[in-house]
């Protein structure tokens, strides 16, 4: 789509709209998970999947989604999607019986990974190529603006209105989303040609995506990206003096995002987007270790939240410029949901297991050689596009 002049930022804004209500499929339990055992007195652990599922199953089917957007049809999968998580909204703020609110988390998390694929491979296919590089970074910042709303608009309505407003205000978004975009995207967006799908098809995708310095460069570097970001947001507080604690762990997302949209949208101007990641991933590193040298510095802290957001946003804009056919672009989407899916999963308690082994010190230690592995792996797929 390089012909492309002129982007159409109306639907830009609205895709990155319909990626908030994606985002809020997660936050909107995330919010008001320490009020569920209220609603579900007799849960117990089990509560712990009402989160959890969205995400295993994003480990299980990004791929898959990738490759059903691709056939289905972009615009088609994100409509459906949109409904989906609309009714699935309705039906969880009724707060049915356990086993039916965790199939419809299950349904929910089929939603969310059909627009996190459509979307972005939406986005880049309607913006002019000297547009594309601002257009995915700020795709780049759905979840944590989500979070952020959910938590300074999400909180007030449910303290006022009870925990079923948030959901159904969250089921009424994703319908009128919906709505929006039926009208407004394009037809030809959804002229997918929809084919069975077999196992032997998904080995071939996952095989093709991974295998591929272009496909699966993304979606690699982003794994060690996810491993590290809710992590350093989950273990790292305590290190913070009391006193600046919530200050740094509330701005840390902030300031990935304002880099990310200033900064890192600038470097793109001049450098490729991997080139950016690299430099992310560097410089999230070597804050790591002042971190060793200067334990729970805010400065510091809030220095990495600069590093994560150039490879935050950057990494989106990476998907269209090593892949130029679209079907390609939401494999690349599916691989970058598969693997940040994992790194959201695996982190935490990996991050925890190196602090009661190897404390403070430790923990420093193996996030700075993720940080580097990140950026070493991208530059080995790097050497492996060369001719």
């Excluded at 989604?65 to 409509?79: D, S």
Aim: net charge positive.
């Amino acid at each position: 789509m390089d012909d492309i002049e002129n982007t159409d930022w109306r639907l830009v804004w609205l895709l990155w709209a319909a990626g908030l209500g994606a985002a809020a499929q997660y936050g909107k339990i995330s919010v008001i998970f320490d009020r569920l055992p209220q609603v579900y007195p007799e849960a117990g652990a089990e509560l712990g999947f009402a989160v959890s599922l969205v995400g295993f199953l994003g480990i299980l089917l990004g791929i898959v989604a990738g490759v059903l957007v691709a056939r289905v049809g972009f615009r088609r999968a994100l409509l459906g999607a949109l409904c989906l998580g609309a009714v699935m909204s309705a039906v969880q703020g009724f707060f049915p019986v356990l086993p039916v609110f965790l199939a419809s988390r299950v349904a929910e998390g089929a939603a969310h990974l059909a627009i996190v694929v459509a979307a972005p491979t939406l986005i880049a296919q309607i913006t002019a190529p000297k547009d594309r590089g601002f257009a995915l970074t700020l795709w780049g910042t759905f979840f944590g603006v989500a979070f952020a709303i959910l938590a300074f608009a999400g909180l007030p309505l449910v303290a006022a209105r009870g925990l079923s407003s948030l959901i159904w205000a969250h089921s009424v978004y994703m319908a009128v989303m919906a709505g929006v975009l039926w009208v407004l995207l394009p037809r030809w967006q959804g002229g997918g040609k929809i084919e069975a799908l077999d196992v032997r098809d998904l080995l071939r995708a996952h095989l093709r995506i991974y295998r591929s310095p272009y496909i699966g460069a993304p979606a690699l570097g982003w794994l060690f990206y996810t491993f590290c970001f809710v992590a350093v947001l989950t273990v790292f507080p305590p290190y913070v003096a009391p006193e600046w604690r919530a200050f740094t762990i509330g701005a840390m997302p902030l300031m990935s995002i304002l880099v990310s949209m200033t900064f890192g949208v600038y470097l793109l101007r001049y450098m490729t987007a991997v080139k950016v990641v690299m430099l992310g991933f560097w410089a999230c590193a070597g804050c790591a270790a002042l971190l060793w040298l200067l334990p729970g510095s805010p400065v510091v802290a809030l220095a990495l939240g600069a590093g994560i957001g150039l490879t935050q946003g950057a990494t989106f804009a990476a998907v269209p410029q090593l892949n130029e056919d679209a079907a390609d672009r939401a494999l690349a989407n599916g691989g970058l949901a598969q693997m940040g899916n994992l790194g959201n999963t695996i982190g935490t308690p990996i991050m925890l297991m190196v602090i009661f082994t190897l404390g403070y010190g430790g923990l420093m230690i193996v996030l700075a050689a993720m940080y580097l592995a990140g950026g070493l792996m991208h530059y080995w797929l790097g050497t492996r596009r060369q001719p």
